[in-house]
């Protein structure tokens, strides 16, 4: 059995970020890292996208960056515009490249498929792999999207469109989502929050195929890429372990109103990495409290009035963009957080903090 001072289990965005953020430190010199990952190969499998509120390693694997955009609704559209904040998307696959190129010049990082031949007694393990447990009847945000190229210049990519609620919603809450990359390139997702134990919102393809041609109006365009998700809008259940610290969606890392997840995952292992020597006794790093309380606040309204969700989002946005983007991102201060907090409908959430 082989022993390592750091195992880390599941090398997907979360586990190697932090393999990533250790070896540029310094902190696996005298120290020995396994990572451990199931799949057979890395390729482009995820489209990260978020505001830059603050700096992270991969800015050279940005595939492109907006300072506006869009959202609609049935009673109409409106535009926001912020400079001081790109909207930054990663291509997973650029990402994967950079740090697989980089770790594996560290003799003291090795790779392994499953846990077989490692003793994890005296480790400091970093888990990612959410545990396998039926979360049929919790809150996801599930999609489709898919990357389509057209034979005419056909999308203004200057702006993207981060939410289009002008389509079915089928009693919960969908909207469409679509980054254009170039005048005749763009992803195109459709997106559900809602429990999964309903099947009959699965019908992604055909719910992309009426939108493209329908809402959009494109006939003529050929599918170059294609991913699918689910983020879980809840935090797993885990047990406490001394030795085990998780990361990632299994560590608590997902903003829950709104799936995002990425740049908290580059946050969380850079205070990992400045603590490593006494992580195991350092404070337990979280989103911020405040936010998971306001989150399962708007979550209990957004289970309970789906319909109002769409005039919800819209309000938000209303307020100045750069406090709606702090919020969003968790970088808010109190007079920020209030400022969004009186853009929502008073009752209808003050019932629901009860
Ligand atoms: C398609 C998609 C798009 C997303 N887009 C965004 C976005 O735009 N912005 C944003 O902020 N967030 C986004 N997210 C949410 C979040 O950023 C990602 O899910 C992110 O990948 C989470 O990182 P993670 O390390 O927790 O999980 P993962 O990246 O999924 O890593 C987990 C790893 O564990 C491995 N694994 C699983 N089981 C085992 C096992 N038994 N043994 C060994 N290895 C195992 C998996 O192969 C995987 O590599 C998206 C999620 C998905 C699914």
Redesign the pocket.
Known sequence: MKEFDYVI???????LSLAYELDINNKIKNKKLAI????EEYKR??????WKVCNHNFDDCIVKSWNNFSLNSKSGSYEVFNKTYPYQTIDSELFYNKILNKIKQNKNIEFFK?TNQLNLNNSIIFN??LPKVNYEDNLWQHFKGIEIETSKNIFDDKIFNLMDFDCEQRDQVHFFYTLPFAKNKALIETTWLSKMDDNSLKDYDAQLKKYIEESLKIKNYKISYQ?????PLFYPESQFEKNKIN????GG??RLST?????N?QDHSKYIANNIETIQNSKTYHIGKKYEFLDNVFLNVLKKHPDQMPKIFLNMFKAPSKTVIKFLSNKSNIFEDFSIIFKMPKWTFIKNIF
């Open positions: 289990l599941g090398g997907g965005c979360a586990g451990v990952e199931i799949r499998d995820k489209t990260w996208s978020f499953d990612s792999i991913e699918q998700g689910a983020i990361i990632g969606s299994a890392m997902t799936g995002y997840t990425f740049l995952i």
